[in-house]
């Protein structure tokens, strides 16, 4: 999949103040281009979807350290549990 590259492209990672930041350059009169309203009404729909999955993302991401946490915290304990079971049998 090709990656869009232009004299505009913003460098670092999107965020969605810096999508609605953007301002493309207009066509001199005559020539063919977009419509800046639609092209403004896409930019706001992209900032408030890539809004949406950092959000998701965000929640994913804390999730998944509550989960390793808690792992983490049930190995601790059962590894303790079965030393000192060990420890008993051999006593």
Do not use: F
Not at 26 to 47: K, P, Q
Not at 61 to 70: G, L
């Amino acid at each position: 999949m090709a990656v869009y590259r232009s004299r505009h492209t913003l460098p670092g990672p999107l965020t969605t103040d810096r999508v609605l930041d953007v301002t493309l350059p207009r066509t001199r009169l005559g020539r063919r281009g977009y419509r800046v309203d639609e092209v403004d009404a896409l930019l706001c729909r992209l900032a408030h979807e890539l809004r949406d999955r950092t959000r998701q993302l965000d929640l994913t991401r804390a999730e998944n350290h509550r989960i390793k946490e808690a792992l983490r915290t049930w190995q601790t304990r059962h590894a303790e549990e079965r030393s000192r079971a060990l420890q008993a049998g051999s006593s």
